[in-house]
Structure formats: C-alpha cells, structure tokens
C-alpha cells in the first residue's frame, strides 16, 4: 500500500500543469459576396425544419440601408454532418414595402404547441422617418414555411420605436398550456414624456397564438426605463405559472441615478403581474446593469439563474462583468458570482446566451464582447464546477474594427455529434458569421489565464471629419488597443492647445476649435497627434472661420 501511495504521489508531481485557456476555431467563415446578400444581420435556431434530426439556423441577409437591396430576406441552413455555407432556403420579406428584414430575429419557444421551437424576425417600413416596425411570427420544426403565421405590430406615439428588436419566450405564463412569449420595444415614446421610455409587449401562445398583445407593460416613473433584454426563469414560486426577468441598462437608479440599469422579475398568473415582484439596480450610476442578460442553470439547483453585464470598474483595471444571480423568492439582489474577461478591455457580457458547448449536459455561457481591441471577442465559461469563474475558452478570429460578438446564438446540434453548436456574428464589412461546432474535448482551464490573444494587425489611423471644419471636428482613432490612448491639437509653432485622454474602449472625441480655457483658435492649420501603447500618428486640421 505504502508503495502505491509513493508511486501515486509520484504521478501526480509529473503530471503537466493545469491546462490553458483554449482557443476556438470556426468551422466555417462565410462574407456575404455582395451587398444584397450580406450577412448584416442576426441569427437563430430554427429548430429541425426537414425532419432530418439536425437542427437548423436563420440568417437574415441585404443591406445595412433602407434601399431595395436590403429586403433581401433570411437565409435558412439546414444542419449537415459537415455543415458549409451554402444556404438551402431563403425566406423573403413578406412583402415589399418592407426593409431591413431579420433587424430582429430570434427564438421565442414552442409557442403552438407541436413540440418544435418558433421564432420572430422583425423589419421596418420602406423609405419613410417614422421607423415603424414590425415583427412577423414563423413556426420551426416540421411545420416551418416561409409565409409567416401571425404579425405584429407595436404601438408608440412617437417617432422612434425599436418594436420588434428583441423578444424571446416566457414560457407558459397564464396557465392555459401554451407557451407564450414576449417583444420588446425599449424605444417606446408617449408624447410629452421624453424621460420614460420601453414597454413590453407580451403575447398568449396557441395554436394559433393571438396577434393582439394580452398584456403591455409600459414604462413609469420607478422603472423609467424598460424593454432591452427578456429571458424565461421557468416557475420560481411553484404556483404553476412560470415566470420571467426583465432587463435595461438605460435605467435610473432607485434615487434618480443616471443609467444604473435594471434587472426586474415579475410573476406568471391569470393574468401576469405588471409589477414586478423583486428589482436590482446597479451598484452605481452608469453600471448600465442589464445590456446582456440570459438565464440558465448555473448551480444545478434545477432553477434558472440570472447572467447579466454590469459596467463596473473593478481594480487594477477590468472594465465590466457578468454578475450571475442565484434566482430564488428571497433573493439579496446581490451578485453569487462575477464574471470577468481580458484586463484593459471593455466589452465582456454585452452579449450573453447559452449552450452546452462541451456536450456534458450542462448549459455554458457565451459572452461576446465587441469593443476587444476595435476587433471583438467571444467567451466561453464551461460549466463543469460553477463555483469556477475563469474563462475557459477564446474565439478572436474576427477583422478590425468588424465588432465580432456583437450577436451570436444556441444553433443547436447542427452536425448530428450530440454536441451544441454556436453561430457568432460579425459587422465587418457586408457582415460576417462564424459557425463553432462543440467540442466534447473542451475542459475547464482551471487557472488564470497567463496571455491575452493577439490583437488584430492594422494601421494605426487617425480620421478627421468634416475637413477642414470651421465649429468642431470629430477624432476617430483606429488602433490596436482601445486603452491608454490621447489625442493632442498643435498649432502651427508646435504648441499644444489642446490634449484630450480617451477612456478605455473610446474611438472618437469632438474638438470644438477651442483650447483647455476655452479660446476659440485663430483660423489656420493644427496637427492632431494620436499617442497610444507603442505607437503613434498624425493628421492635419484646417481650421476655417
């Protein structure tokens, strides 16, 4: 026995150190070719459409504009035990007045009742000011077509409205055994109100579900804002009717703070609560508490947890985080668990969702975080020990300045491995998606993270517009990092006018022609000087009176 001890102990002492943090790589890649097929928009599972076992994904298409081309529609992939980028379906606007098809695409849940997941993509009117919106509900599974079975459309009073942006399913909340669901407009205006803003427009299932909203919450004066993020919590007060937490990072704090943000839980009934049961604030104004948010099970309690981004600033230098709830009726309001990303990069949790991406049967989270080093970056935290709060694994194989994380979602088991796989988005360009398969190989790194992954190769670019520029000109900066950076004015002796320090994440600031104390500058030519971690360039400004 004493010799297997020895022996045992031995191994142990030469086994290789923890594992790393792991890189992901994408299985594919696809660029729209032209500018009526780009891959500007969102994705989502559309569950298995041809009865084939593998799940498939939508993705909307066109232009980032509001000509024709951008009505292109949303391109359908159906899974493949080696998945390429040849779309099998596309799906057009149901009819043409509309533009800017798929600005909201996502999964809201078996809503009638046939045991395969349904979804919403949402548009806007052709060439008109009022950006009326609009949301158009499809069945997945077997059921699945391309004309949609109901429409939906939101009713603010002002000129702006982000109706049909985002949504998702709320479970069955009234108790009559559908499943319903929920679209948000967190731009939602009531004339003479320009302080309150959102509402949630929720929507019984059935089959049919009913194209008229059964309850509208709107936003008031303890919850100024409402409306950005929703997710299910499944039933936290075992009274039958499941539950949902909603999510605003715009929101004032309890006492008029500026943009705390807000993560509030309201109850399933007949009817729903329109008062929400228990609201968390952020901790400080402009936490902005809420601009990601997702729910899972986190803890394998058997409840869905709360994962939403919070802009702390937490020392020496972590620029936000996911803070993880333990959901229960008598909940803190404090966070169980924070998440943090890369040191000196913004970003991380401005994007959750979930997947079991390592395929133990245990939901991962998946945060995006777009403003990495004007490139974009997605995390991946597995869940194998929730106590464990590093990231496991990176995915960085996005352009400059291409936003990579900023979308991304659940597409299933698309490749038939029994494992989930992701579709990340890209704005670069005419857009970009990436699909990830899982991977049963992935483990948990189990240590901090010892390198960052490399920052995107490009040139250091200072922009100046308009110019020349008689009352104020805006800096744009393109650079390796987004810390650590300033911008200095000179005039034409070689002294400094003006100096500005750009905050972490920053890209532009707006000069106005005026120095520090605030003396309009003679007309004439200036040098700006950008100045940043191991590099630097220049830029002429005329200035004109």
């Given at each position: 026995?004493?010799?297997?001890?020895?022996?045992?102990?031995?191994?142990?002492?030469?086994?290789?150190?923890?594992?790393?943090?792991?890189?992901?790589?994408?299985?594919?890649?696809?660029?729209?070719?032209?500018?009526?097929?780009?891959?500007?928009?969102?994705?989502?599972?559309?569950?298995?459409?041809?009865?084939?076992?593998?799940?498939?994904?939508?993705?909307?298409?066109?232009?980032?504009?509001?000509?024709?081309?951008?009505?292109?529609?949303?391109?359908?992939?159906?899974?493949?035990?080696?998945?390429?980028?040849?779309?099998?379906?596309?799906?057009?606007?149901?009819?043409?007045?509309?533009?800017?098809?798929?600005?909201?695409?996502?999964?809201?849940?078996?809503?009638?009742?046939?045991?395969?997941?349904?979804?919403?993509?949402?548009?806007?009117?052709?060439?008109?000011?009022?950006?009326?919106?609009?949301?158009?509900?499809?069945?997945?599974?077997?059921?699945?077509?391309?004309?949609?079975?109901?429409?939906?459309?939101?009713?603010?009073?002002?000129?702006?409205?982000?109706?049909?942006?985002?949504?998702?399913?709320?479970?069955?909340?009234?108790?009559?055994?559908?499943?319903d669901f929920a679209i948000l407009d967190e731009g939602y205006f009531i004339s003479g109100s320009p302080l309150?803003?959102?509402?949630?427009?929720?929507?019984?299932?059935?089959?049919?579900?009913?194209?008229?909203?059964?309850?509208?919450?709107?936003?008031?004066?303890?919850?100024?804002?409402?409306?950005?993020?929703?997710?299910?919590?499944?039933?936290?007060?075992?009274?039958?009717?499941?539950?949902?937490?909603?999510?605003?990072?715009?929101?004032?704090?309890?006492?008029?703070?500026?943009?705390?943000?807000?993560?509030?839980?309201?109850?399933?009934?007949?009817?729903?609560?329109?008062?929400?049961?228990?609201?968390?604030?952020?901790?400080?104004?402009?936490?902005?508490?809420?601009?990601?948010?997702?729910?899972?099970?986190?803890?394998?309690?058997?409840?869905?947890?709360?994962?939403?981004?919070?802009?702390?600033?937490?020392?020496?230098?972590?620029?936000?985080?996911?803070?993880?709830?333990?959901?229960?009726?008598?909940?803190?309001?404090?966070?169980?668990?924070?998440?943090?990303?890369?040191?000196?990069?913004?970003?991380?949790?401005?994007?959750?969702?979930?997947?079991?991406?390592?395929?133990?049967?245990?939901?991962?989270?998946?945060?995006?975080?777009?403003?990495?080093?004007?490139?974009?970056?997605?995390?991946?935290?597995?869940?194998?020990?929730?106590?464990?709060?590093?990231?496991?694994?990176?995915?960085?194989?996005?352009?400059?300045?291409?936003?990579?994380?900023?979308?991304?979602?659940?597409?299933?088991?698309?490749?038939?491995?029994?494992?989930?796989?992701?579709?990340?988005?890209?704005?670069?360009?005419?857009?970009?998606?990436?699909?990830?398969?899982?991977?049963?190989?992935?483990?948990?790194?189990?240590?901090?993270?010892y390198s960052e992954p490399p920052l995107p190769q490009t040139a250091v670019l200072l922009k100046a517009y308009?110019?020349?520029?008689?009352?104020?000109?805006?800096?744009?900066?393109?650079?390796?990092?987004?810390?650590?950076?300033?911008?200095?004015?000179?005039?034409?002796?070689?002294?400094?006018?003006?100096?500005?320090?750009?905050?972490?994440?920053?890209?532009?600031?707006?000069?106005?022609?005026?120095?520090?104390?605030?003396?309009?500058?003679?007309?004439?030519?200036?040098w700006a000087k950008l100045t940043g971690p191991g590099y630097q360039t220049t830029t002429k400004l005329t200035?004109?009176?």
């Open positions: 026995m004493k010799a297997a001890l020895v022996a045992l102990l031995l191994l142990l002492l030469s086994a290789p150190a923890a594992a790393q943090v792991q890189p992901l790589t994408a299985w594919w890649i696809d660029t729209g070719d032209t500018d009526s097929t780009a891959l500007w928009g969102y994705e989502c599972s559309v569950g298995d459409i041809n009865g084939d076992g593998l799940s498939d994904f939508a993705v909307s298409t066109g232009s980032w504009d509001y000509s024709p081309t951008s009505r292109e529609g949303l391109n359908i992939y159906k899974g493949k035990t080696y998945p390429d980028t040849v779309p099998d379906l596309l799906v057009p606007p149901p009819n043409d007045s509309l533009v800017l098809f798929g600005i909201g695409l996502y999964d809201v849940g078996d809503v009638n009742g046939d045991g395969s997941s349904d979804f919403i993509a949402g548009a806007r009117n052709q060439y008109t000011y009022s950006y009326r919106r609009h949301a158009y509900l499809y069945f997945g599974g077997a059921a699945f077509d391309t004309i949609p079975e109901a429409h939906f459309m939101g009713d603010s009073t002002g000129n702006w409205t982000n109706f049909s942006d985002n949504g998702a399913g709320l479970g069955d909340i009234n108790g009559d055994g559908f499943n309150i803003l959102g509402a949630i427009y929720i929507y019984y299932g059935g089959n049919p579900p009913d194209s008229i909203p059964a309850v509208v919450i709107h936003a008031d004066i303890t919850l100024n804002r409402l409306g950005h993020r929703i997710a299910p919590l499944g039933d936290l007060n075992s009274d039958g009717y499941a539950d949902w937490v909603m999510s605003d990072p715009a929101c004032q704090g309890q006492n008029g703070e500026t943009s705390t943000g807000v993560v509030a839980i309201y109850y399933g009934g007949n009817p729903p609560n329109t008062i929400p049961h228990t609201v968390i604030y952020g901790s400080v104004p402009g936490a902005d508490l809420g601009l990601g948010l997702t729910t899972f099970d986190w803890n394998g309690d058997g409840q869905k947890d709360i994962f939403a981004w919070c802009g702390n600033f937490y020392p020496p230098n972590n620029h936000g985080a996911v803070w993880e709830f333990n959901v229960s009726p008598t909940m803190t309001g404090q966070p169980d668990h924070i998440f943090l990303g890369i040191p000196g990069y913004p970003g991380i949790g401005e994007r959750l969702f979930h997947v079991d991406l390592d395929g133990n049967g245990k939901q991962d989270l998946i945060s995006g975080a777009p403003g990495y080093a004007l490139a974009g970056l997605v995390y991946v935290f597995l869940n194998a020990n929730y106590s464990d709060t590093l990231y496991d694994a990176l995915y960085y194989q996005g352009n400059f300045e291409g936003d990579l994380g900023g979308a991304g979602c659940n597409a299933g088991d698309i490749n038939g491995d029994d494992i989930e796989d992701i579709v990340i988005h890209e704005a670069y360009g005419n857009g970009r998606k990436h699909l990830i398969l899982g991977d049963d190989g992935l483990h948990q790194s189990g240590v901090e993270p308009p110019n020349p520029f008689n009352s104020e000109v805006v800096l744009e900066i393109s650079a390796p990092s987004l810390k650590n950076n300033n911008i200095q004015i000179y005039n034409l002796s070689g002294q400094e006018v003006r100096k500005f320090f750009l905050s972490h994440g920053q890209r532009r600031i707006v000069w106005d022609g005026k120095t520090v104390s605030g003396t309009s500058c003679t007309a004439g030519v200036y200035l004109i009176r």
